[in-house]
């Protein structure tokens, strides 16, 4: 099993300045603002791990094994479907949709 924060570490070594992916610090307000936005209630542990400075997309794991990409909406008044997510079970898959998605998009 792959280290998330490390791989991501690795990734902003490889781009340098350029990578828009980021490590967020244990204490954010990334979890309470998904809460707001969408029930969570059925996990029993969901942290932020990474955000992308690009857009609004978070990085969240869900009870150590559901790794999903939020694009957070920043507001309570959501239609059904927002905030949008991309669910990944695999975290190598993950790691590669990051590094792939940096490709296509800045380089």
């Known amino acids: 099993m792959i280290d998330i924060i490390s791989e991501i ?3 902003c070594d490889k781009y340098g300045e350029e990578f ?6 244990l204490e954010n307000g990334f979890v309470r603002e998904l809460k707001k936005e969408t ?5 029993d542990e969901v942290k932020a791990i990474a955000r992308s400075y690009a857009c609004d ?3 969240f794991l869900f009870d150590n094994n559901i790794y999903r990409i939020y694009h957070l909406t ?7 479907g927002f905030p949008r997510y991309k669910e990944f ?3 190598e898959k993950l790691v590669e ?5 940096f490709v296509e ?3």
């Open 74 to 80: 920043y507001s309570t008044n959501n239609l059904n």
């Open 97 to 101: 949709y990051i590094d792939n998605q």
């Open 89 to 91: 079970l695999d975290a």
């Open 57 to 59: 997309e978070v990085l």
């Open 105 to 107: 998009e800045y380089l």
């Open 39 to 43: 029930d969570v209630s059925q996990y």
């Open 9 to 11: 570490s690795r990734l």
């Open 20 to 25: 828009n992916w980021g490590i967020v610090p």
